[in-house]
């Protein structure tokens, strides 16, 4: 049974910093591209962040670009985002995506609140 799992979210003060993961277990992770989405209320959900099978081809929105960092460790079946310089418009549910072919999987989604 494949399982995604997200953590690391919060409340966080504008300016600061949270570092989000994501676990995935019952699929050969070093075969699939990760992403990262997020989703703020009212809001379509928008992909925040891709990183490739092997980590050598990263892309970011340009709303964060600069900011956070995807990075993933094949090893431990971890995908991480480094937020930095966090802003009120940064509040979402973010939900990790693992994806090759036609397989497609979800989590079910940490919540990062940025308020002062």
């Known amino acids: 049974q494949v399982q995604v799992v997200e953590s690391g979210g919060g409340l966080v003060l504008p300016g600061g910093s949270l570092r989000l993961s994501c676990a995935a277990s019952g699929l050969t992770f070093k075969n699939y591209d990760m992403k990262w989405y997020r989703q703020a209320p009212g809001k379509e959900r928008e992909l925040v962040a891709t990183i490739s099978n092997g980590g050598g081809y990263i892309t970011y929105v340009d709303a964060v670009k600069g900011r956070f960092t995807i990075s993933r460790d094949n090893a431990k079946n971890t995908v991480y985002l480094q937020m930095n310089s966090l802003m009120p418009e940064d509040t979402a549910v973010y939900y990790c995506?693992?994806?090759?072919?036609?397989?497609?999987?979800w989590g079910q989604g940490t919540q990062v609140t940025v308020s002062s």
């Open positions: 995506n693992a994806v090759w072919w036609n397989y497609d999987y």
